[in-house]
């Protein structure tokens, strides 16, 4: 059975099949737009500008 753990109140979620967790990878529609709005208010953020060796290394695993 497909386990994971909800990233805004890391409660674990097992589930039969990925299919029966439509909010995956939250538990539930609430934790997705406290999710979003912590993307919307600007808690979330970059800490450092990305050095050319990120972006080299991140092309490498998209070939």
Same mark, same amino acid.
């Given at each position: 059975?497909?386990?994971?753990? !909800?990233?805004?109140?890391? =409660?674990? %979620? ?5 299919? &029966? ?5 939250? !538990?539930?529609?609430?934790? =997705?737009? %406290? ?5 919307? &208010? ?22």
């Amino acid at each position: 059975m497909p386990t994971y753990e !909800c990233p805004t109140c890391s =409660k674990r %979620v097992i589930v039969a099949e990925k299919e &029966d967790a439509p909010w995956r990878p939250f !538990c539930c529609q609430r934790c =997705k737009l %406290v999710d979003l709005g912590r993307w919307l &208010d600007g808690s979330y953020t970059i800490t450092e500008p990305a050095r050319p060796e990120d972006l080299d290394e991140a092309s490498e695993g998209n070939e």
